[in-house]
């Protein structure tokens, strides 16, 4: 059997992991400032992470939600403390996309209301109402269109006035990324989530903050969202949540109660992912991880603000992007084959940082030096 080709792959086998770096099969050593796409929250192979895992895989894996896993009530308290939203409620579930379909879903259970506000170049995931909330065509099969979308360009205050004004009573929820991640590392301003909340209020619509990417953290804050100062009513994540154990989320505000059977999975908030999940936000503790995030963020788009030709550097904490001139196309796959550093990208022309929380100063100082490296190498070629 081949494997369905979906994925186009760097020809490289990861085979270890530690902190900010990863080994192939060669033993070559890569700096990760890719961190998997924003999941390596703690650092690879974390020690804590790992022996919480194994201690709980000795005692027990997985049970249904059929009975009560306490470890997951331990997980709603931490994460309570931790993103200061005590009152929420947490479902647990096992990606990404799920956990805007069930927020989403929920939403409309809450107002019994259909339609859905998303905004241009945004991303939620594959799944049927997350993929079409998603502003990629691309990625939507024709069973995934529907008229229950609504699409608004990102940051448009008077567009979204404009829109609650014509249809705020049909409004369910409005779903937006803090920071978009694929769509190129656009924060989104303080102003419009302030507008976002108002007009939800004002409307009865809910509030869902996409913090899949730009969550748990990264931002500098547990949620990039909180930068508005007004909370959200619901919040999904994933990625950073169990530091690349499978795991996800969301949590919900007291004024939506749940009803059995509204919602439900089969491996959601099993006795694994609730370990895994519990050790990343203790050492995002311990470690202070988030002021790590604002520091080395600042760090590194200060450099990078002092290297000539990369353009428009932005984003928050460790979720940082910047625009790459034509003549320099070639620079992220070159940090890869002459630096050994990964970074992320976005079409056309973005590059996009999502290293670990825990990344060390002298980690991001040696990206900086690549990067120069690279951008001299491109001005003027080695012969
Ligand atoms: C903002 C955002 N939402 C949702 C998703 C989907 O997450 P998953 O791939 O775990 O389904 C992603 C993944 O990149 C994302 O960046």
Redesign the pocket.
């Known amino acids: 059997m081949n494997l369905f080709d979906v994925y186009p792959v760097n020809d490289i086998i990861i085979v270890k992991a530690k902190g900010s770096y990863v080994w192939d099969d060669k033993g070559e050593q890569y700096l990760d400032l890719y961190g998997g796409?924003?999941v390596i929250s703690i650092g690879h192979t974390h020690p804590h992470w790992v022996k919480r895992i194994e201690e709980q895989l000795h005692q027990i894996a997985f049970y249904s939600n059929s009975v009560r896993i306490p470890l997951q009530q331990q997980l709603a308290e931490k994460l309570g403390k931790i993103s200061g939203k005590t009152d929420y409620q947490l479902f647990l579930c096992?990606?990404?996309?799920?956990?805007?379909e069930n927020a989403l879903k929920l939403a409309s259970f809450h107002n019994g209301r259909k339609k859905v506000i998303a905004f241009s170049k945004?991303?939620?995931?594959?799944?049927s109402l997350?993929v079409a909330a998603?502003d990629n065509r691309n990625y939507a099969a024709p069973v995934n269109e529907t008229d229950h979308v609504i699409f608004l360009p990102f940051n448009d205050e008077n567009a979204l006035t404009e829109c609650f004004r014509q249809h705020g009573q049909e409004i369910s929820s409005v779903i937006i990324?803090g920071i978009?991640?694929?769509g190129g590392i656009n924060v989104a301003d303080e102003t419009f989530l302030r507008l976002i909340r108002s007009l939800c209020d004002e409307h009865g619509s809910v509030y869902i903050a996409?913090?899949?990417?730009?969550g748990y953290g990264r931002s500098g804050k547990f949620f990039s969202h909180d930068f508005a100062g007004v909370n959200a009513d619901i919040y999904?994540m994933?990625?950073g949540m169990g530091n690349g154990f499978?795991v996800?989320g969301i949590i919900i505000a007291p004024q939506i109660k749940p009803k059995h059977f509204q919602l439900g999975t089969t491996f959601g908030g099993n006795h694994l992912a609730c370990a895994a999940a519990l050790a990343v936000l203790e050492i995002i503790e311990e470690e202070k991880l988030m002021g790590n995030a604002v520091m080395m963020g600042k760090y590194l788009k200060d450099e990078l603000e002092n290297i000539p030709g990369i353009k428009n550097i932005r984003g928050r904490g460790l979720m940082i992007g910047f625009d790459v001139p034509a003549e320099m196309k070639d620079l992220k796959k070159n940090l890869l084959l002459n630096q050994k550093v990964f970074t992320g990208e976005a079409k056309p022309n973005v590059i996009r940082l999502l290293p670990s929380l825990a990344l060390k100063k002298r980690d991001a100082e040696q990206f900086i030096d690549s990067i120069k490296e690279e951008i001299q190498n491109i001005v003027t070629p080695v012969s």
């Open positions: 796409h924003a096992n990606s990404g996309a799920e956990a805007n945004s991303f939620h995931g594959r799944t997350a998603t990324e978009q991640g694929v996409d913090s899949i990417q730009c999904t994933a990625k499978p996800a």
